[in-house]
């Protein structure tokens, strides 16, 4: 079993549509979280981070941790074609610098 | 924000050259860097860990020998993929740790794209 997992996707939604993207983990050491958006032949780019349990929002994102449940998700309201991309979940316990990567889950918003 | 640049964004080589790629820190100081390697709809897989001033940590199956790693100051972190071949053909990227931070938020350089013919 992987640290993290990740649905693959590929997703598909309609423009405006509400698009929620989810990562489980199995270790409980994991204290902070992030969601990176990578877009075809570019690096990733960090979207949102998190640290321990809770929800953040910053516009159209929010992300949300459940500790209890080893499971994160980020929401994106609104969605654009421009959110068309490959989001990849990631989290570390701190005490080890090396991030944890989920697969990746590529979205496409249809206009 | 914590801007990373990598420098070529592509390159084209020959079999049995070698290539160098660099990445840097623009705005703050890197005490660790990273780099990954990414196939096609592929995530990211981590090669190794460049720390400033000591040998950099590879990863289980990646040689060394191969992919050398050099981090000689606390903005730049180099890669040199030796004897490249065909195989080694991939989207190379960096990223970078802001040492004083206690977030473990690491930022990623654009990527460089290799072929190898």
Known sequence: ??????????LSVPEGAIVSLNCTYSNSAFQYFMWY???SRK?????????SSGNKEDGRFTAQVDKSSKYISLFIRDSQPSDSATYLCAMSSGSARQ???GSGTQLTVLP | ??????HPSWVICKSGT???IECRSLDFQATTMFWY???PKQSLMLMATSNEGSKATYEQGVEKDKFLINHASLTLSTLTVTSAHPEDSSFYICSAFPGTSGSSVEFFGPGTRLTVL
């Open chain 1, 1 to 10: 079993q992987k640290e993290v997992e990740q649905d693959p996707g590929p």
């Open chain 1, 37 to 39: 958006r990578q877009y």
């Open chain 1, 43 to 51: 690096g990733p780019e960090l979207l949102m981070y998190t640290y």
């Open chain 1, 99 to 101: 991030l944890t990567f």
């Open chain 2, 1 to 6: 924000g914590a801007v990373v640049s990598q």
């Open chain 2, 18 to 20: 070698s290539v160098k």
């Open chain 2, 37 to 39: 390697r990414q196939f």
